[in-house]
């Protein structure tokens, strides 16, 4: 009774002591989990994927992915008694151990799935001891995991040659498929690989491969799994020598995502939609052929914000091919007069029809300027933002307030860099791009204008929760400012969309950085907002090139090659002015402008009279009536050629010049005119 109470401790102590050395020992799972990162498009398929260590491509399967054929061979040549074990398999053990004392060698082995998966987790020499210590591993492992998580795992880890480990990458790699595409040869050779993996690679030793294949597809038929005709078949198939490299699309996109993977979850399924992501690269690559510069576009999904398309670069080859532009800070031109006038009409301050001077205008020691420093007196905020006018989108901004535009923009999760330091401001200069901004900035403000005015941050999973919005303008605002884009010119090649059916009715605003280092296009239909950006990313100048010139005309070309064009309404050209609430930064034309000579001017005159050149008059009206010009109270006649009215001074001292309608308003300038001699002097 002693001895067997002994034993009965003794047996409690040696379970006791394996679950404490099991606790304080366990197999290292963790590395089982350290696979590639995969990133695939929203409907599964492939974009890009990254290796893991020393350039393994190493992909986690998954059982429901792979071919049951596969499945069930695999464990019928590799460990038949596999869903019967606990990690080791006994009868395979003893079997192993009369083979090896009958031929005085290992003949057959007794590894299970479980202790391979073990042996390539812990690599260790082929040894007694290091088997004794795979067998416990298995054991270990077979108590923390169910059978399909081992399968997984083994599936994932097993070698196949060279840098490829899994039967995801082995069946891309050597096959192009997936792992439920195979035929009865390629499932044959994939189990006979990884028993030599380096002495069986097609691409390498293909009579090897073959071989060792034949003999694989023997003993299915001998097991009743192939059929004769199905073995002849498969014998017959050639060995592919061929190794496929594997997607590497949009891979600027799976650079930003592939830190959300984690080891459970590697495979993150973006926002992408292949087709697009395809049509989108090879416009961009078609688009800088034939020059030294670089673009960057995103393609937005208006009722969801998630990013359709993304090309941060049109090409490795390109200046700053490596870099995202699409998230680097750049100068916006003039892309954000939109959002100025909208938060103007939110205001109250103006609208549509508003008129608003466009005039040298200076806001203390900031003197904005035209792009083509002409100035055309009073227009409406209309043709201002229609023309991208620059004084009078400073004018608005300055009566808006520069801090409440910046807190606005950045409330959206579009971030304005200022320039220098953190602490610098931008100023009135952020109406004329002034501060950086990316182009996924400004595709979340060109997507609130489409969205009536709510701002969301882009999406770039498929998956991912919708995020909440901000108001960033009034529904009605950005309907307003929809409807003058929409009314912009075409780039030349582009027929308006109001003269044709069935085409995107494209809402677009172009913009140019100071010294042209930066062309812009963005637009935006009901469904689809696109930034497209073109330059160098050294901020190398581009002489002359303009957003309207570089940039819209891919952006067009964008538009031309998406779907979802018959959700658009039908968008009739503005055929009158709207109304306009009230003068909006300068005096209501009610009466003549006059244009030349301005008010207070000092003009050189070379000689009086009729023996001088004279000086042309010119004067804005807003009836087409004649207008009549006096000096001095007296009339000045137009001439019956030219029809303009050409005064000639006949001498040194100060005028006053007076235009007058035909309802009898009238303007007046007064001017000063000096003599002017060929030694560059002046005469008083």
């Known amino acids: 009774m002693a001895t067997l109470r002994k034993w009965i401790y003794g047996f409690l102590f040696f379970c006791g002591a394996l679950l404490i050395a099991n606790v304080a020992f366990p197999p290292p799972l963790e590395k089982a989990y350290n696979t590639s990162t995969l990133i695939v498009d929203k409907n599964g398929q492939w974009l890009n994927a990254y290796t893991v260590e020393n350039g393994r491509w190493r992909i986690k399967a998954e059982l429901d992915g792979i071919d049951e054929n596969f499945i069930a061979q695999l464990i ?49 020499p082929r040894t007694l001891r290091s088997k004794a210590i795979e067998t416990i591993r298995a054991v270990q492992i077979e108590m923390r995991l169910s059978k399909r998580e081992i399968l997984e795992l083994y599936l994932t880890h097993t070698p196949y040659g060279a840098n490829i480990e899994g039967i995801v990458a082995a069946s891309r790699i050597y096959f192009d498929k997936t792992p439920n595409q195979l035929t009865h040869a390629q499932i044959a050779q994939l189990i006979s690989l990884p028993q030599a993996p380096e002495a069986r690679r097609p691409d ?33 198939e050639k060995i592919s020598t061929r190794k496929y490299t594997l997607p590497n699309d949009a891979w600027l996109t799976g650079r930003k995502l ?89 205001d109250g301050l103006s609208a549509p029809g508003s008129f608003v001077l466009d005039a040298p205008t200076r806001f203390g020691s900031y003197q904005p300027e035209n792009f083509n420093r002409r100035y055309y007196g009073q227009v409406r905020i209309f043709e201002a933002l229609g023309h991208s006018l620059n004084v009078p989108a400073v004018i608005a901004l300055d009566k808006v307030g520069t801090d409440r535009f910046e807190s606005a923009l950045n409330l959206t999760g579009a971030k ?26 400004i595709a979340i403000l060109y997507a609130a204008l489409a969205n009536g005015g709510q701002a969301r941050p882009l999406v770039w999973l498929e998956n991912e929760t919708p995020h909440s919005s901000y108001k960033l303008m009034s529904e009605e605002s950005a309907r307003k400012i929809t409807t003058i884009l929409r009314q912009a010119p075409t780039p030349n090649g582009r027929v308006p969309h109001w003269l044709t059916q069935n085409s995107h009715a494209i809402a677009y605003k172009t913009g140019t950085s100071y010294g042209f280092r930066d062309a812009w296009a963005a ?29 819209a005309p891919l952006l067009f070309d964008i538009f031309a090659n998406l779907p979802g064009v018959g959700s658009d309404q039908h968008y009739q050209k503005i055929q009158s002015a709207p109304r306009g609430l009230k003068v ?30 004279g000086l042309s008059f010119a004067a804005r009206s807003p009836t087409a009536d004649p207008l009549q010009w006096y000096v001095d109270g007296k009339p000045i006649s137009r001439q019956e050629t030219s029809r303009k009215t050409i005064w000639y001074p006949k001498g040194n001292g100060f005028y006053k010049v007076s235009v007058v309608a035909k309802n009898g308003s009238a303007t007046h300038s007064f001017i000063r005119v000096i003599a002017f001699d060929r030694n560059n002097s002046y005469e008083n």
């Open 258 to 346: 592939k830190n959300i993977a984690t080891p459970l979850y590697p495979k993150i399924t973006s926002s992408l939609d292949t087709r697009i992501q395809t049509m989108l690269a090879r416009l961009g690559r078609d688009y800088t052929q034939s020059d030294q510069f670089n673009v960057a576009a995103i393609i937005i999904d208006n009722e969801t914000m998630k990013v359709r398309g993304h090309l941060g670069s049109a090409g490795r080859n390109k200046p700053g091919g490596w870099i995202d532009m699409t998230s680097r800070p750049r100068s916006p031109g003039s892309t954000l007069k939109p959002f100025i006038y909208a938060f103007a009409f939110d």
């Open 204 to 236: 390498r030793h293909p009579e090897n491969a073959e071989k060792t294949r034949n003999k694989i597809l023997a003993k299915l038929h001998k097991t009743g799994f192939i059929t004769s005709l199905q073995l002849r078949e498969a014998k017959e």
């Open 523 to 551: 637009g935006y239909t009901d469904k689809w907002t696109i930034i497209v950006w073109v330059g160098r990313p050294d901020g190398a100048p581009r002489v002359g090139k303009t957003g309207r010139q570089a940039a």
């Open 416 to 441: 304005v860099s200022k320039p220098n330091s953190v602490n610098s401001d931008a100023g009135l200069a952020l109406a004329l791009g002034g501060a950086g901004m990316t182009v996924e900035d």
């Open 584 to 613: 909006f930064g300068g005096t209501a034309i009610n009466q003549p402008e006059i244009l030349f000579p301005p008010n207070g001017a000092e003009i050189a005159v070379s000689e009086f009279g009729k023996a001088g050149r």
């Open 76 to 124: 019928a040549i590799e460990d038949k008694r596999f869903y019967r074990h606990s990690g080791v398999d006994p009868i395979a053990v003893v079997r192993a151990i009369r083979s090896w004392k009958h031929h005085g060698r290992a003949v057959s082995g007794a590894s299970t799935l479980t202790m391979q998966l073990v042996r390539k987790l812990e690599p260790r």
